[in-house]
């Protein structure tokens, strides 16, 4: 397996971040979280909203936490389960803008798109969940992360990730995941979603991300918790710097569920980016990237939780070379690394925007990298002396049952970019292949809808959410 850090280099980081959280401290802006903290043996500043906390509260909520995840779906066979051993991967999301299809522009994602992107990521074998790919503008500014959703749940038969704006708009959400899957006590035996969190200062968990978190954790809800810090903006330069330092962001927001409720699935789903400093752009393809989640990886595995770890990410804005060579470098790594899901399928431009074709060319890459990760097996049948034997010295193994029946098992073919598809397209570069491939899965793959029923009460969660927290326009 593939390692960045040795024990004795993830232990200094991991004593570093202990360090940080007892002396430095991290603000956390809720008064009834801080408490809670107290009560547990914390050293609280309430002026300040600063909680200094002890290695025995980060080691005792550590303790408390699920060391796999199940992630249960729609569909039950879409069904995964984070554990070691265990590598899937799912696209990126929150973007609001899309590569069209047509012009090769980017423009402002549609609702349109976000049903296309629901409907690929549904039929596509190598992404395990679906994530909001795109918020579209034809929904209201104020509920476009409810509405992407509502949509979401609706439509989609694998598992489904919660990326809210406010903790206000998580309620409605929340409630339209109870109309779609059941009530409080379904939801929480099974995961049917996950939520995650993002702080947006450094060793800070503001007031709205104090408020998702517990409405998560309340209903049990596995989190994803998400720092985002970017090398020498918001996170030292160094590598060992930055990691130790968003470690200790992970730990408490770890402390914090824990003791609001404890034994709460927790994914450790930190995104380190470098910055150029030379133009003051954020990077997602950089080489940096894919060795910090590599460490991240094996941080997670340290702490005996799940990882979810950013992969298949580029700062090129277009299907090129670049978005190639970067993609599956980033991708690559910590698969090797045993990360348990990788992220960023069809995400383009750092990020930025979305693009249909090249989720379908992520599928491709990622199938490549499970291969990867696969192996080579050694057993009696695989090392085939028997077969070796009896072709003898010279001898031809095409036409033997040995090469008919392990072809496919031990060998990934590809489907998107070999010389017999290029051959079949006419010379169609792989744009044009994945192009045509996205429109092929659009025309044939469908999802069951739900009960009309359900439709209807979704519906209504939209149209009060809608009267609540749109006041301004009413």
């Known amino acids: 397996m593939l390692s960045v850090l040795d024990s004795e280099q993830l232990q200094r980081i991991h004593d570093m971040s202990l360090q940080i959280l007892e002396h430095v401290g991290i603000i956390i802006e809720s008064d009834e979280?801080?408490?809670?903290?107290?009560?547990?043996?914390?050293?609280?500043?309430?002026?300040?909203?600063?909680?200094?906390?002890?290695?025995?509260?980060?080691?005792?909520?550590?303790?408390?936490t699920p060391k796999e995840v199940k992630l249960h779906a729609r569909n039950t066979?879409?069904?995964?389960?984070?554990?070691?051993?265990?590598?899937?991967?799912?696209?990126?999301?929150?973007?609001?803008?899309?590569?069209?299809?047509?012009?090769?522009?980017?423009?402002?994602?549609?609702?349109?798109?976000?049903?296309?992107?629901?409907?690929?990521?549904?039929?596509?074998?190598?992404?395990?969940?679906?994530?909001?790919?795109v918020y579209p503008k034809d929904f209201p500014a104020e509920v476009r992360d409810i509405h992407t959703m509502a949509y979401m749940l609706q439509n989609a038969e694998k598992h489904c990730n919660i990326n809210t704006y406010t903790s206000a708009n998580l309620e409605y959400i929340i409630r339209i995941v109870k109309a779609v899957f059941g009530d409080d006590e379904g939801l929480r035996k099974k995961n049917?979603?996950?939520?995650?969190?993002?702080?947006?200062?450094?060793?800070?968990?503001?007031?709205?991300?104090?408020?998702?978190?517990?409405?998560?954790?309340?209903?049990?809800?596995?989190?994803?918790?998400?720092p985002c810090p970017i090398t020498g903006v918001t996170t030292p330069i160094t590598l060992a710097g930055a990691l130790a330092h968003q470690n200790a962001s992970v730990l408490a927001g770890i402390v914090l569920a824990q003791f609001i409720n404890p034994g709460n699935p927790v994914i450790y789903t930190t995104r380190i980016f470098t910055m150029d400093l030379r133009s003051g752009a954020s990077l997602l393809g950089a080489i940096e990237t894919g060795i910090m989640s590599v460490a991240i990886a094996q941080l997670a595995r340290h702490y005996g939780i799940p990882s979810d770890v950013y992969g298949l990410g580029t700062d090129s804005n277009t299907l090129d070379e670049t978005t190639a060579f970067e993609k599956s470098l980033s991708g690559l790594l910590p698969a090797l690394a045993g990360a348990n899901c990788i992220s960023g399928a069809g995400m383009l431009e750092s990020g930025l925007i979305f693009s249909l074709e090249q989720l379908v060319i992520d599928n491709e890459i990622l199938s490549m990298i499970f291969r990867a990760i696969k192996g080579v097996d050694v057993m009696d049948e695989t090392l085939a002396f028997d077969v070796i034997s009896?072709?003898?010295?010279?001898?031809?193994f095409l036409t033997t049952p040995h090469t008919r029946d392990h072809f496919r098992k031990e060998h990934f073919v590809r489907k998107l970019a070999s010389r017999a598809?290029?051959?079949?397209?006419?010379?169609?570069?792989?744009?044009?292949?994945?192009?045509?491939?996205?429109?092929?899965?659009?025309a044939e793959h469908t999802v069951a809808p739900v009960d009309k029923d359900i439709q209807h009460n979704v519906y209504m969660i939209l149209k009060e959410a809608e009267k609540n927290l749109m006041r301004g326009r009413n």
Not at 101 to 116: C, H, M
Not at 390 to 396: D, F, L, Q
Request: net charge negative.
């Open 192 to 226: 049917y979603v996950d939520g995650t969190i993002s702080p947006t200062k450094p060793l800070q968990y503001a007031s709205e991300d104090v408020n998702i978190l517990t409405k998560y954790v309340k209903h049990g809800i596995p989190i994803d918790l998400c």
């Open 421 to 442: 598809v290029w051959e079949k397209m006419n010379a169609k570069n792989i744009i044009e292949v994945a192009r045509t491939e996205v429109k092929k899965i659009l």
């Open 33 to 64: 979280a801080l408490k809670l903290l107290e009560d547990a043996g914390a050293s609280i500043d309430f002026s300040r909203k600063l909680a200094k906390i002890s290695p025995r509260l980060i080691e005792e909520a550590i303790g408390k």
């Open 390 to 396: 009896e072709a003898g010295p010279s001898g031809v």
């Open 77 to 133: 066979r879409h069904g995964v389960v984070y554990e070691q051993g265990k590598t899937y991967a799912h696209s990126g999301g929150g973007t609001v803008g899309i590569l069209d299809s047509d012009s090769g522009v980017p423009r402002e994602a549609s609702q349109e798109d976000l049903e296309k992107g629901v409907r690929l990521i549904d039929a596509l074998e190598n992404l395990s969940t679906n994530r909001p790919c």
